[in-house]
């Protein structure tokens, strides 16, 4: 069974990462590319939702980027249905997670999604805009600005690299999983759902994917081996709708920053929507597949290059993910000496926000070392600047300091 299973396990890395790594680049372009007071300008008034929900569509930001990037939205000024419209939208797809769709499952799939998660984002603005109640304040979490390098081109590697580590385990995982499901599950038991009818099918992969933190783009191989082995697509589509729109963290985020009825409202966008959307998605294309995930040829040299160099980027974020925990142990047990600044930082959700702000830290001009811990929000510095001073760099990175 080993064989097999290092058989899939390569034919859906040639599949996944020639996509992922294009999709990375695009976002890293669209982020140079955005001027950092496009939000300000253009994110609060009339067509604020539309906006915010334009701009969340090809962002490839899961939950744990979605998050702060939404919720700053609303501390910025933006309207509760603009952020929240944001907040829906964003996590169900991007550019990456398009590309990655279209490879696995089909471009009327992949272009669907986007349809959905547009409409979804839509409807969600609107009812909170209507139904949605008096502006709650809200003193929380910043969101990540623009690039503060001045290299563009250095800017948007930079980014890219990050849209990749905030969510390369879940890519991993999701890769492992895909090749499991393709090895060990029969084609005839996820078959079997359709025996359900598709409304139970959709509710019982709906309830599974609420809780969970489910990542756009590293869930559409899983998606796709289900489907492949009998899952209705509709199904697959609730899966990728709601499990990347919804987890704990983000309703519990959510109803901080916006109260009770709104998060009532978000969460019965997406299930009402999802469920919705993915009876549509059958009835206008059905639910018959081809007979596995991979198909076409991807034995290229682009292909092969891709997968060596995505599983070259996972091995270095696993090496620096545990030289920073080994650090972060270290720095936790030492006592703080006089020369250092201690800060608690709100906003960092992942990996991702951690290395980025321990990057921006060390470039500061006056520090001569930085350790960001995750859990619990901290940021040590050590070097020529006082509190205030240090607390200004975070905040400028996109996060919030708290001295």
């Not at 009876?279 to 292909?303: E, K």
């Amino acid at each position: 069974m080993i064989t097999p299973f290092l058989t899939h396990l390569w034919s859906v890395s040639l599949e996944l990462s020639p996509w992922l790594l294009l999709g990375a680049i695009v976002s890293g372009l669209i982020h140079v590319l955005l001027p950092n007071d496009f939000i300000s300008r253009h994110l609060t008034g009339r067509g604020s939702i539309m906006k915010a929900v334009a701009l969340g569509v090809p962002l490839p930001l899961c939950s744990c980027g979605v998050i702060p990037a939404g919720l700053g939205l609303k501390k910025d000024g933006a309207s509760d249905g603009a952020s929240v419209g944001f907040l829906i939208s964003t996590p169900q797809t991007g550019v990456d997670s398009i590309l990655v769709s279209a490879a696995f499952l089909g471009w009327p799939f992949a272009l669907f999604k986007v349809a959905a998660a547009a409409i979804t984002g839509m409807v969600g603005g609107m009812l909170t805009e209507t139904l949605g109640g008096p502006r709650k304040t809200f003193e929380g979490d910043a969101t990540n600005g623009g690039h503060t390098h001045q290299n563009m081109l250095i800017a948007g590697i930079a980014h890219a690299d990050d849209v990749i580590r905030s969510i390369w385990g879940w890519l991993l995982f999701g890769i492992l999983i895909s090749a499991a499901i393709s090895t060990f599950l029969p084609p005839s038991t996820m078959a079997s759902f359709s025996t359900w009818g598709p409304i139970i099918t959709m509710l019982a992969v709906l309830m599974i994917s609420l809780p969970l933190y489910v990542c756009a783009t590293a869930s559409v191989p899983i998606a796709a081996s289900l489907v492949a082995s009998g899952m209705p697509t509709g199904a697959a589509l609730v899966f990728l709708m709601a499990g990347p729109a919804t987890n704990m963290a983000t309703i519990g985020a959510i109803h901080r920053a916006f109260g009770g009825r709104i998060v009532a409202i978000y969460l019965g966008t997406i299930v009402t929507g999802s469920v919705g959307l993915g009876i549509l998605y059958d009835a206008w294309f059905g639910t018959q597949v081809t007979g596995g995930t991979v198909h076409g040829d991807h034995d290229s040299m682009w292909a092969v290059a891709s997968a060596v160099l995505l599983f070259l980027l996972f091995l270095r974020y696993a090496t620096d993910d545990f030289w920073r925990w080994l650090k972060t142990r270290q720095t936790l047990n030492a006592p703080i000496s006089a020369s250092q600044v201690v800060l608690e930082v709100q906003g960092m959700t992942c990996g991702g926000c951690v290395s980025r702000l321990e990057r921006e830290l060390k470039e500061a001009s006056g520090i001569t070392s930085a350790t960001v811990i995750l859990d619990p929000g901290q940021a040590i510095v050590d070097g020529e600047l006082d509190a205030a001073q240090v607390a200004k760099l975070i905040e400028d990175a996109g996060f919030k300091a708290v001295i």
